[in-house]
């Protein structure tokens, strides 16, 4: 039986924050979440955690019963996290994996290699490694006759200790069995603050070296951003490397899960984030936030803001249009400067070119939407849905005040207030008459 074992008891100091770091999100997926995300991909069959009295409800609210929760009850350091798990031991077998909760993983297969490494290996101990080019402020792996012979922190590092470049990385492997002797005596000791380290020092133990970006500790946001950067930068070479063109690889934000086809073209600033779909032939231009959203082929999308919607083919949005809450925009409509579209579908080659509210509507095929249109849909209790037909002419500055249907090839007069259904063919005009006064001017002065 393999288990794994997540340290998350930390009070989080340096990185200045009430929620703990690991539940912090980078590009879009939680630190911890990406650890159990990978964890699954291994044969490990339950995942316990350590959290303390203070922090055990951020994680409950997160993760809900996906791990056996364990409390730290005193702050006494990794090796005393290690020793919450002491009971659950006592009648297994197998192996167990400790994993620091503030350590991001780049390389999702990182644990399965390193498992695999060890049941095929005949020790009683393992340390994840990596060889850092710059490999400050973390533990100096020292060796003897290719075994582990101690880990030297930083501030107690000699001279030649700092010279080495094989650092530990805050992941372990232990046979149970094993551990289960070593607690025993460890614990009788008495130490105040243990290290998981000392543990490792009465077992026969070894390193699995892995590459020196494939995990990433997290202690303050420092840590934080350059992990962001650099999981930024492998996300959008990847899709570079297929087929999408970035102008600017450092401005351009792309959370894991987004979907990107060949031939999208995206310009700097843009921050695509959700289970967004970009389909092949789109133009994004400067300054767009897109999340949860679908967007069809050969569309163009200009300093906009889209949020859970779908923009169909052929289509071309903005600048600063706002379109929002399961809007759907049809092929080859527009959506021009400041309009705002809510839970609205905008059906094929209709255009709403400038500033304009719809809400809660339904517009048909082929219809234009004048300059200053705005859809009354809240009466103050309750909203309520305006209906536009095929081919209708709606007139700047008309106030759509729902319910209200308007039929097929209808035209609504500019400046009007709409508040009764129209049928079809048919002009409608809600506005006083306009009477001009010859000369009344010159009789005022």
């Known amino acids: 039986?393999?288990?794994?074992?997540?340290?998350?008891?930390?009070?989080?100091?340096?990185?200045?924050?009430?929620?703990?770091?690991?539940?912090?999100?980078?590009?879009?997926?939680?630190?911890?979440?990406?650890?159990?995300?990978?964890?699954?991909?291994?044969d490990i069959s339950q995942i316990y955690i350590v959290v303390s009295r203070e922090n055990i409800s951020y994680f409950k609210d997160k993760f809900g019963d996906k791990f056996k929760y364990l409390i730290q009850k005193e702050p006494n350091g990794t090796g005393g996290a290690l020793l919450t798990i002491r009971e659950e031991l006592e009648t297994m077998e197998g192996n167990l994996m400790v994993i620091n909760a503030d350590t991001y993983i780049t390389n999702k297969n990182i644990f399965k290699d390193f498992l695999d490494d060890f049941e095929n290996s005949n020790v009683e101990g393992s340390l994840l490694t990596a060889i850092k080019k710059d490999p400050f402020s973390y533990g100096r792996v020292i060796k003897q006759s290719g075994l582990l012979k101690r880990i030297v922190e930083e501030n107690d590092a000699s001279s030649e200790e700092k010279i080495i470049k094989e650092v530990n990385l805050g992941v372990y492997l232990f046979k149970i069995n094993k551990l289960r002797k070593v607690m025993r005596f460890v614990s009788s000791k008495g130490n105040l603050n243990l290290y998981i380290t000392e543990f490792l020092n009465y077992l026969q133990t070894k390193t699995y070296i892995t590459g020196e970006r494939d995990l990433i500790g997290i202690n303050t946001k420092e840590d934080w951003y350059k992990a962001s950067k650099l999981n930024q930068r492998r996300i959008n070479l990847f899709f570079l490397s297929n087929g999408v063109k970035i102008f600017d690889l450092d401005s351009v934000f792309i959370e894991e899960g987004v979907i990107i086809e060949e031939d999208v073209s995206i310009y700097p600033g843009n921050v695509i984030t959700g289970n967004t779909v970009i389909k092949k032939g789109t133009t994004l231009l400067p300054n767009?936030?897109?999340?949860?959203?679908?967007?069809?082929?050969?569309s163009l999308i200009n300093n906009s803001i889209i949020i859970s919607s779908e923009i169909s083919k052929d289509t071309k949005v903005g600048p600063y249009s706002?379109?929002?809450?399961?809007?759907?925009?049809?092929?080859?409509?527009?959506?021009?400067?400041?309009?705002?579209?809510?839970?609205?579908?905008?059906?094929?080659?209709?255009?709403?070119?400038?500033?304009?509210?719809?809400?809660?509507?339904?517009?048909?095929?082929?219809?234009?939407?004048?300059?200053?249109v705005i859809s009354a849909n809240f009466d103050g209790v309750k909203k309520s849905q305006t209906i536009i037909g095929d081919d209708c002419m709606v007139g700047a500055n008309v106030t759509l005040i729902a319910p209200l249907k308007v039929g097929d090839n209808s035209v609504l007069a500019a400046g009007s207030t709409i508040d009764q259904d129209v049928n079809p063919y048919s002009l409608a005009i809600a506005r006083s008459r306009q009477i001009n006064k010859d000369g009344h001017y010159k009789k005022s002065l």
């Open 1 to 42: 039986m393999n288990i794994a074992l997540i340290l998350a008891a930390g009070k989080s100091t340096r990185f200045k924050s009430d929620t703990p770091k690991s539940l912090h999100e980078i590009n879009g997926e939680g630190i911890l979440a990406k650890i159990v995300t990978c964890l699954e991909l291994t």
């Open 288 to 298: 767009n936030q897109i999340i949860d959203s679908k967007i069809g082929n050969n």
């Open 322 to 372: 706002y379109i929002r809450d399961k809007s759907i925009i049809g092929e080859g409509a527009i959506v021009g400067c400041f309009v705002e579209v809510k839970n609205t579908v905008l059906e094929k080659n209709s255009k709403v070119k400038h500033l304009t509210y719809l809400g809660d509507s339904k517009i048909g095929k082929n219809t234009n939407i004048g300059c200053g």
